[in-house]
């Protein structure tokens, strides 16, 4: 028997999963231990031997692929942990990462973005002091104005050198275009410092936009230290128990890469965590053919929605994080804060619901650990959708007459109301904000909500997902088994991927007949083949040979003089005009659809802003298995109690069932609560679930959707 | 200053959670709006700069929820729905399906390029509210591309004006007014796609409002609207009474019109009584002769953009913020000019300083309020210089673009923290400038430099924030035209509060005839433009279009942010954190902060003699008027704070003002300027970047017991000193 883990360390849990050969899943939740992760996750492999009755060692010895995810990157840069970082740069711009385009004043504000007296810029990553200009200069055509004086350069790596910094950064002015002065410096660090961490720019974020771009490769080498002693040290642990198998790390951009990659790539591993839950669900999707899907996460303090179109996430170029911006691809999450410790308060005669949060502590008032304004899961309690007795398994008991006492004296007694609708209200309000959430996630990148299925996890999400799923208009709520270890299950079934971009500026002139007449065709398979053999090379490894490794080609096209760009695929292989002219038929085509009928711009002409590639590999691993169904199609209910729903406006009689007596193949007809180790999935009034044949329960919600009135005033405009 | 009760609206009870429910549900339609009209518009001024505005609005034009975008624009939809409705009500009528197109700045624009659409919302046939979306549109027409003419000195010159037009009739375009309107833009295709962009954000709010309706009803529909209206209403009335009862003013100055250097003040007379704000005008300059004024839009857009984040920065955005504002506003007057005046630069000169002053009194304000004391600020830079270029780019193609980059100048400074670095505009929330790597792939230059300047921000025991500045010679083209306007090089608009001084004034210089191509040839990079060997020219606020050849430079810097409190005060570790970050050079922080540097550190001795000294000649500034001494020694009970260094006291049955050093100044109902030691001080005074002109003067304001600065004031050569602030009933 061989085994297939996949582990995942967030802020307060480890969550691991063990697959066997034969595609039997087991799941695991342990503290996670901040001062040094990897014994929170060996606690999780010891108990995962302990099942199987196996010592730690006869089980790692069988394990034959290890992927692991982790927040430490995000939490070294949060907590500024990173080493002490030198950056090279233009002479003139050594301003530039300092100045952030005038946005770290207010990224990350959310709600609060309008209270200027609490703004402040970021602690910077590189202090002025350790910011070297070298004269130097390129132009946006690549040509070069002003060689490198290298004489310069080397004595900017001394001083730095002298300053004690531990990594160097460069990043030079239009370098992506030409980084004839980057390999320069480069060439003089190894030279002056061969073991130092380096990173370049062109080389680790080839794109236009100077500051993203600088950020991107500070951050890297800033981090990567660290990520490198963090893998070396889970790799010995491992290793010491007899690990032999293949090592992997989960990154932001939609996969695993080789855990010695990791080591040069820090600032990928940056927001990995919500990456892992799309992925499980890209994964299951694609084995449940549904080709559109809102991700849903709703954990304790924040609501996680990613999307995934024809079978592929939506994947950003452009992030922000802690209020740097960077420049990596990284699947799209957008979140607002509202999860079970989102707080409720009432303010001049009004309810709000959030976005202040109890977190993990105190939380909210039923766990009973000192917090006092009452929050969602308090609201559940009070309204008999989670079980006190029965929270994480009977792990931890629910205090409800406080979570009572606090909705009574804090919402209901001042807005005159009973405590139960008092509670109601903070569902309703909490679930309609993400319903909100949602639908504007699909119709910001031109698309409706009701051409997609809903997949709801994270502990609180499957409690709430009957409502807000039904309420935003989808077709299908699913709650996947994995649902309390998501992330971890992304990460144990993810393929190895890499992605390589290039900016590279080619335009047609304004009112062009054929594109190929004015984009070459010779460039086009130039810059694929070098990124495509860049890909290549860091994809081979051990364990990944040539005949697996799958690549597509993604061109980024704009009309000129606009901003909306949009990503086309392109085929493989030797190209020829035949195909370019095909690819900016299908880039009008895909503008009119995102952006509208009518949007295309074709007379202003073409411009192509860069070229992507990604490589993907499967790893070996094994695949969930199928349960059978062998039941009568019938659900035992364990037990029954009153639980409100806010459709009904009333308690109802409610089954509760145990997710153990569930099989495939079962239906359950709402009211119904489905009672897991970790969650509790609700099934609303009116609606019926199946528990399909990876055990998933899919809630198909009755329409409480809005008349969909044609409006009578909105008429065809034609320009 | 509006009816905001809705009249013939039938109210019904909402229950608190389903009021929660669609104000979160308005404000998300709002945002959709916004997400569409970027995708729409596709233009870099609104997708990525962001300059554009939607509302949702009920059925007699009160808004109800807006975007986060920039303030003004919704401002200014507000007035477009009162032209419209009072214009159009009768004929040609106001009908379902039906949309209007304004961009007329005497009917609701800010100026000409502001173009706005609004559309009526129509249920079961009876109008129950409104639409409406804004934006900066890149050409309306007019004498020159981007249709700002510095030279115009009619609004006839400036571009195509439209009054509110129905645009949609019944959902059907009117094809032949559209070509009429899209002919008289320079970019057609933009103007259009611009236009589709406004009209769906308003087809988004249109179709959800209209399904919000049908499930909720429309009586619930309505008492939504105007609760929510009512909510910001009760907080702003309940915020008012937690302030001081009193008058606040502010007064700015804004140098050349377009034709001539002339100077112009605008002033602010802030009456606040208990929820009350009456915003009086009255005392500022007549209209200019050329295209520096501003309209009653612009004006109302100056006051929403001032008010909203200062007082209302957590409360819900809409028509309740104005509810307790009267203006008072002369027609004829800088900010409220008669038509046919000029007035294309309104958004970046007038309304700019409308702002500001805005922002100083209600500064003041809340400065005289120990709980909101920390929520005032300095003023941030009081105007952007704008650039647009036009001529052959590098494919060699006829091109034009505008510089954003201005927006990176400097905040004010608050009690508590400095003023933010390149902090920008205090009317977009959300700003950023474009990479210099996007210029330089569309526009034909190559920058030199752009950094944080030093010497930018305005001193104080806070400072300001700095500005940036930039450098570029034209690349790649035989010919670029470019147009330059500003008010503020002959101004520090930024001021300080406290004894906070300016911050530095817009700095602009064309390097003729350089040698930086033989510099290029000769491998030698050029970071700054003074090395060259080069005529250098300096231009004036509004030069009209200047001629860029190969090899000139262009290099600017702008304002940066006004500081806080008395510089002297600074902790001496922080002037020298400032100096070896580039903020000041060594000398300029020497004399602005009286601090010693010796080798890098701050020598504390000579510091401390050096602070000591400057209290010691304040102490001797001459002072008007005094208070008898017997005064000093009276009892006294505190009543308040006047920023963080003076104090309201009583003494038996009267009120003075205090100085920290506890010297009673002066009776409160006075202006306590007149009490004070005060002495002219020079430009070079107050840093290296600061130009005054001719007709101004500045004056610092000591305690003349120990020296603190109190005040700062740059003013017309020869007036009285303004009366900051005269509390009622104290």
Known sequence: MKYFVGTDTGGTFTDTIVMDDNGHLRMYKTHTTPHDRSIGIMKAIGLAAQDLGLTETAFIEKVSYFGHGSTAATNAFIERKGVRTGLITTEGFGDTMLIQRTMGQWAGLGDQLTHYSIRKLPDPIIPKQLIAEVPERIDYKGAVIVSLDELKARQVVRRLLEQGVEAIAVSLLWSFANPVHEQLIKKIVKEEAPGIFLSISSETAPVLGEYERTATTAINAYLGPSIDSYVTNLEDKLKAKGFNGIFTIMNSNGGVIPADEAREAAVSLLTSGPAGGVLASVHLAGKLGYPNVITSDMGGTSFDVGLIIDGKPIVSNNSEVESYHIVQPMVKVTAIGAGGGSIAYVENGHLFVGPKSAGAVPGPVCYDQGGTEPTITDADVVLGIIDPDHFLGGKMKLNKEKAEEAIRTKIAEPLGMTVVEAAAGIRTISDNRMADLLRQATISQGHDPRDFVLFAYGGAGPAHSYSFGAESGVKAILVPYTATVHSAYGI???????????????????????????????????????????????????????????????????????????????????????????????FEQKYEERYGNGTGYREAGIEITGFRVHGKAPVPKAAISKKLSNSDGKAAPRSERYVYFHEVDDFMTTYIYNEEDLEAGMEITGPAIIEHPGTTIVIGPKQKATIDEYLNTVILPEAVLLNDKQIQSEGEMVH | MKQIVEKGVERVSVDPVTFEVLRNRLMAISEEMSINLQAVSGSPIVVEAADFNVGIFSANGNLVTMGKTVIAHTGSLVKMLEHIIADCSLDPGIEEGDMFVVNSPYKGALHAPDMGVLAPIFYEGERIGWAGACLHQLDVGGMVFGSLASSATEVYQESMIIPPVKIIERGKLRKDVWNMISGMSRLPKNFTLDFRAMTSANKVALKQVLQLVDRYSLPTINTVFEDIIQLTKDKIALRLRQLPDGVYRARNYLDHDGQSNRLYHIALSLTKKSDKLTFDFSESSEQTPGFANCTESALVGGIFSGLLPLLAYDIPWNDGVLDPVEIIAPEGIICNAKWPAAVGHATLSVMWLVESLVVEAISKMLASSDQYLSEAHSSYFGGADLLNVAGLNQYKEPFGNTFTEQMASGAGAYDHRDGIDAGGCHHIPAQK???????????????????????????????????????????????????????????????????????????????????????????????????????????????????????????????????????????????????????????????????????????????QKAREEKRRERKTYEVAKFLPSSLQNDNRIVLGPIGDTLERVQVSNTVYVQCGCKQLLAPANENIKEYLGVKAIAAEDIGTRVKLHEELEMHEYACPSCGLAHFTEVKRKGTAPLHDIKLIDY
């Open chain 1, 492 to 586: 144990g079934t993810s393929d190895i991927h890499r992605s390589y971009y290039l900016s590279k500026r080619m335009q047609t002139p304004a009112m062009f007949q054929v594109a190929s007449d004015h984009l070459s065709v010779s460039e086009f398979n130039g810059v694929f083949e070098q990124l495509e053999e860049k890909c290549e090379k860091t994809l081979l490894n051990d364990f990944v040979t040539k005949e697996n490794v799958r690549f597509s080609r993604l061109v980024d096209l704009r009309f000129r003089g606009q901003f909306n760009q949009v990503s086309v695929e392109i085929e493989g292989g030797e190209l020829t005009a035949i195909h370019i002219n095909d690819l900016v038929a299908r």
């Open chain 2, 433 to 607: 400038i474009p990479n210099v790597e996007t210029m330089e792939s569309g526009t034909p230059v190559l920058y030199l430099y752009r950094r944080y300047m030093e010497d930018t921000a305005g001193a104080g025991r806070n400072r300001g924030g700095m500005s940036l500045g930039s450098a570029f010679v034209v690349h790649d083209t035989p010919s670029l035209m470019g147009i330059p306007m500003a008010h503020g090089l002959e101004v520090p608009n930024a001021f300080g509060l406290w004894g906070g001084k300016p911050g530095s004034c817009i700095v602009r210089s064309m390097y003729r005839e350089t040698n930086i191509q033989n510099k290029f040839a000769a491998q030698e990079w050029v970071a700054d433009p003074s090395q060259l060997n080069a005529k250098k020219e300096s231009l004036s606020a509004k030069p009209g279009p200047i001629f860029f050849q190969p090899g000139d430079v262009f290099e600017w810097s702008w304002q940066g942010g006004g500081g806080w409190g008395d510089s002297i005060d600074r902790e001496p570790e922080r002037v020298l954190n400032d100096v070896n970050n580039g903020v000041y050079q060594k000398e300029t922080a020497e004399n602005l902060f009286k601090v010693v540097i010796s080798k890098g550190q701050i020598n504390q001795e000579a510091t």
